[in-house]
């Protein structure tokens, strides 16, 4: 199997001072983000932290109220994603732009379909989509309709989507929330396989644990800032879970009632979170996700410790009942 193509030209796109504010309700607030080129980049964040939002700003789905974004140490101001897509940016979000009676092939290629005298050009279609699948690693039958397809093989579709239009940055929208464990290593196969050959990854994510394996740098916000910035061999996922809520709120308090918490043990370390539903900003609805029961979100009904529960969720699970006992043992 080939290597992915390199992109003819992969930039260095940096956004600096980004602010969003949705009426009363600021999303982001002075935000930078670095994107190196050929790096699988992790941004991460619970509730309201503004993830989702400054990957709209990136795209050009969202013009911010203040910032710039950078690209190769030009000012760049993007309208829409059609100006972020000419400068190679490609964003995969959770729900798909597909239409589904429609090939593989002519999902990928419309809008910007190979012709000749005005006559669209289905063989030279399905042998560049085929090309792309077979150099990327996202293997799809070009032929096959986009309804008959399974959820991971419409998000092949679209990443072979932002491809085609030559993207060099690619954004992925918690990537791995639909995906089975199979499908998800093979999406990380992927990734990297676009890295190696020069594309930046960029990934929305609540798994620490995807982070800790698949990234190779990470940014984590809280409350529209950004509190953290670290190549990941520098850090670890409790230091990424204590940045994400705030380190006041992983730090235990002493009670009798709860001896494993005494002594200044702390929460043993996080590897992963899981996902609830919740709003990008304070106030203003979105798909942006929380950790489960720090941020407020009811943990979902689960024998501790049973199969299919990772130890950040046990970890934040016990430090979550912690935390309520301590409220009623105080009045």
């Known amino acids: ?39 699988r980049h992790a941004v991460v964040g619970e509730n309201g932290a503004g993830k989702s939002t400054l990957m709209k700003v990136l795209f050009g789905l969202l013009r911010p109220d203040r910032g710039e ?4 140490g030009r000012p760049r101001r993007f ?13 995969v979000h959770q729900h798909f732009e597909l239409i589904e009676p429609f090939t593989v092939a002519e999902n990928v290629v419309l ?18 989509v085929a090309e792309l699948s077979e150099a990327s690693g996202l293997p799809i039958d ?8 399974s959820v991971a093989s419409r998000q092949r579709v679209e990443i072979l989507k932002a491809l085609y239009r030559r993207a060099h940055v690619l954004v992925l929208d918690e990537p ?5 464990p199979a499908e998800a290593r093979d999406l990380w196969a992927a990734t990297l396989r676009l890295s190696q050959a020069g594309t930046t990854i960029v990934f929305i994510t609540h798994k620490l644990d995807e982070v800790m394996a698949h990234a190779d740098a990470v940014t984590v916000l809280r409350r529209g800032k950004r509190v953290l910035h670290a190549p990941v061999r520098e850090t670890n996922a ?7 809520v705030g380190e006041a709120a992983l730090t235990p308090v002493p009670s009798p009632l709860l001896p494993a918490f005494a002594g200044g043990r702390g929460v043993p370390e996080a590897s992963s979170t899981s996902a609830a539903r919740g709003a990008d900003a304070p106030g203003v609805p979105s798909r942006e996700a929380a950790v489960d029961g720090v941020a407020g979100t009811p943990l979902p009904p689960a024998k501790a410790g049973s199969r299919g529960e990772g130890k950040g969720v046990r970890a934040v699970r016990r430090f ?7 409220r009623c043992a105080g009045g």
């Open 320 to 326: 979550a009942t912690a935390s309520r006992r301590r």
């Open 111 to 128: 809008g910007a379909e190979p012709a000749t005298r005005g006559l669209f050009q289905s063989k030279q279609a399905r042998a560049r």
């Open 1 to 39: 199997m080939r290597a992915a193509p390199a992109p003819a030209a992969t930039p260095t796109i940096f956004l600096r001072g980004i602010g969003v504010r949705f009426g009363q309700n600021v999303a982001l607030d002075d935000v930078d983000l670095d994107l190196a080129p050929g790096a």
């Open 238 to 244: 409790e230091r990424l879970a204590a940045a994400m």
């Open 142 to 149: 070009p032929d096959a309709r986009v309804e008959q397809l």
């Open 176 to 180: 791995t929330a639909v995906l089975a």
């Open 79 to 91: 309208g829409s994603p059609k100006d972020a897509i000419a400068l190679g940016i490609g964003m």
């Open 69 to 72: 974004i950078l690209v190769d």
